[in-house]
């Protein structure tokens, strides 16, 4: 596996483990989509996945347009990742 340059280590710095490599959360590892989520992280929202446990009619009405459901959740992707960097 080739080195990752310094911008790339500062841009991946969230995903990488303690041995250098981007690691994802257990329930992003064999997603195909590209919304993958750092193992670091404590919470997550993927509108790609549904828990086994979870209800079949679901409580919350759904979005009619599929990327209207998309950009909510990058919109609330981004308010986590700017509440993890707060210090």
């Known amino acids: 596996m080739p080195r990752m340059s ?7 710095s969230f995903f990488l483990n303690d041995r ?3 690691a994802y959360n257990t329930l992003c590892r064999r997603c195909v989509h590209d919304c993958k ?3 670091r992280a ?5 509108p790609h996945y549904q828990s086994k446990r979870a209800k079949k009619g679901g409580t ?9 459901r998309h950009h ?3 919109r609330h992707r981004k308010e986590v990742i700017r ?3 707060q210090d």
């Open 42 to 46: 404590v919470v997550v929202i993927c």
């Open 72 to 74: 909510e959740y990058r």
């Open 83 to 85: 509440h993890l960097y």
């Open 37 to 39: 989520q750092s193992f």
């Open 20 to 22: 250098g490599r981007k």
């Open 60 to 68: 919350s009405a759904p979005l009619a347009d599929p990327m209207e």
């Open 6 to 12: 310094k911008s790339k280590k500062l841009e991946w």
